[in-house]
């Protein structure tokens, strides 16, 4: 590694700490960054500087080094611990073997001794960067070539014998690429040749630039799926992603063709079979992609063409299906609102496209109010108490589907911000409940997060949670200022020893409470209560 490694000390006294730092130069391949009197201060300096070694004295006040090293080992993983220890804390250093620590300076510190410890300890390190270096390098080989790797794997599956697919499946696989999972739509692409790519080298850069932007829509819509080049064309294997995959995918098919229009200044033609799943099923949707692809070439279907339309010619009618209605139902209760407002105006096109040829669309709204109501019921209201008036008489009084879909929206952007109030409700019952405890119980000194969460029934990783969004605090920062707050009115108004308000405001020991009062106040308590008295 090139760069210094960084270290933070930790040490009780001033004097062992600038002893220790002086003897550690640049040429050793470490810098001190930070050090701290007590392992409490020093996990907020771990946290700020993010130090390759911390290394600390093992007999501390409040937080020694093993409870130090815990904390380490638990919240920051990477960092190395090292000890400062004295000839006779064998127990301490039973300890440390059972917490991995290997690296040791013994009091009194020599510059020999700091040396030695340097130089095993950048080894140590060295190596270990070297092997992440090397094993990142060959990752990203991989990576590079993986594209290539599962085009072939394809290509063969399609083009090889029966006997030889079983191979390219489990290959496939192997490198994560499945079909027995989801349904799956087979698009076949071709790019129109045009004069200026006669040239095979141009025409197959064209080929490669036409995939690019394909694969970058896919993307943007956040597919699953899977291309690769055969037989002259582009095949795309484009799994199912919600329940209404069909009418999506063929909006992003439509996409497509126009952004290849647009960039690229060429044609593509798009073939596309029913839905299918599992591998076996991949030849037969490649034939029926292939298949519809050649019929669009004297039917006049246009650019897009699905083997299911030549199949059968139905007749529109304006119905909202099951597909719809779970379309709607899911983007109400995880979708943004952004997310229910285009699945609304998608549902409001296809509707006013369909019903072109319909007279009536009662029993399209009677579906809606259904769905609306057993959304409503979902999130405790009720709609007839919100609306002020029933539903039913409300909808009849629509005249066309867009005012029926606009006052559709309002009421389901109502409702999920009624829900949303209700949710944040309680969540902050349930704070404040955690609140009330802790100022209730703040002098046990045992009191702890586990102890608060057991006593609600809530988990820890919630209340944590709560805490970080509502109060942009952690549980121990607002026990503390709690703590603190009540010496302070204690020294304040009362004459009472400091010892006897450090017990009284949760603390065992009277030097960690004065510290953490003057970290909290900037001053010392009895400072403060100088201060507080003279005014």
């Not at 002893?19 to 640049?26: L, N």
């Not at 201060?41 to 004295?57: C, F, Q, R, S």
């Not at 599956?157 to 696989?173: A, C, F, M, P």
Request: aromatic share 10%; with cysteine; proline share 1%.
């Amino acid at each position: 590694m090139d760069e210094l490694y960084k270290m933070i000390l930790v040490d009780d006294e001033d004097e062992v700490r600038g002893r220790i730092s002086s003897k550690i130069s640049e040429e050793s391949g470490f810098q001190v960054v930070a050090s701290a009197g007590n392992g409490s201060d020093a996990l907020d300096l771990i946290e700020k500087h993010n130090p390759h070694v911390v290394l600390t004295d093992i007999k501390m006040p409040f937080v020694d080094g093993i409870e130090l090293a815990r904390l380490i080992k638990r919240d920051f993983p990477t960092v190395r611990v090292a000890f400062i220890t004295g000839y006779d804390e064998f127990e301490y250093a039973r300890e440390a073997v059972e917490l991995h620590i290997t690296s040791y300076l013994t009091k009194p510190v020599t510059q020999g001794d700091i040396s030695r410890f340097l130089d095993k300890l950048k080894i140590e390190l060295d190596n270990e960067f070297k092997e992440k270096y090397n094993l990142e390098i060959l990752r990203r080989r991989y990576e590079q070539s993986l594209p290539l790797i599962i085009d072939n794997y394809f290509t063969s599956y399609l083009v090889t014998t029966q006997s030889g697919r079983s191979e390219d499946i489990e290959n496939l696989k192997q490198h994560g690429i499945s079909l027995d999972d989801k349904k799956f739509i087979l698009g076949f692409v071709q790019t129109e040749r045009g004069e200026n790519h006669r040239d095979v080298v141009e025409y197959e850069k064209l080929k490669l630039s036409v995939r690019s932007v394909i694969q970058s829509i896919l993307e943007r819509h956040e597919y699953n799926f899977y291309s690769f080049h055969f037989n002259n064309g582009i095949v795309l294997v484009i799994k199912e992603n919600s329940l209404n995959f069909m009418r999506k995918v063929d909006s992003v098919f439509y996409e497509m063709v126009k952004m290849v229009e647009q960039y690229l200044a060429v044609s593509i033609d798009i073939g596309a079979s029913n839905l299918h799943q599992s591998f076996g099923e991949l030849r037969i949707a490649y034939d029926e992609a292939e298949q519809a692809l050649g019929f669009s070439r004297f039917l006049n279907a246009g650019r897009i063409v699905y083997i299911d339309q030549l199949e059968h010619d139905r007749p529109k009618m304006l119905t909202l299906s099951d597909t719809d209605i779970n379309d709607m139902i899911h983007s109400m209760k995880y979708g943004t609102d952004l997310e229910i407002r285009n699945v609304m105006e998608t549902l409001k096109l296809n509707a006013l496209r369909d019903s072109k040829e319909l007279t009536s669309f009662r029993p399209y709204s009677i579906t809606m109010v259904n769905v609306l109501v057993n959304f409503s019921a979902s999130v405790g209201v009720s709609l007839d108490e919100m609306l002020g008036e029933d539903i039913l008489e409300v909808m009849s009084r629509f005249r066309n589907l867009e005012q029926m879909f606009d006052w559709v929206l309002s009421v389901i952007l109502k409702l999920r911000e009624h829900n949303l109030k209700n949710k944040m409700t309680n969540s902050q019952r349930m704070l404040d409940n955690a609140i009330n405890y802790m100022e209730k119980h703040y002098a046990d000194s045992r009191i702890s997060m586990e102890s608060v969460c057991d006593e609600m029934g809530i988990s820890v990783s919630y209340l944590s949670l709560l805490f970080k969004k509502e109060k942009q605090s952690t549980f121990v920062k607002y026990l503390t200022s709690i703590r603190l707050e009540k010496a302070k009115e204690l020294l304040g108004m009362t004459s009472e020893k400091i010892i006897d308000i450090a017990g009284k405001c949760g603390y065992n020991e009277v030097y960690y409470f004065s510290h953490s009062f003057k970290k909290y106040t900037g001053v010392s308590p009895k400072k403060y209560r100088e201060e507080v008295n003279h005014t």
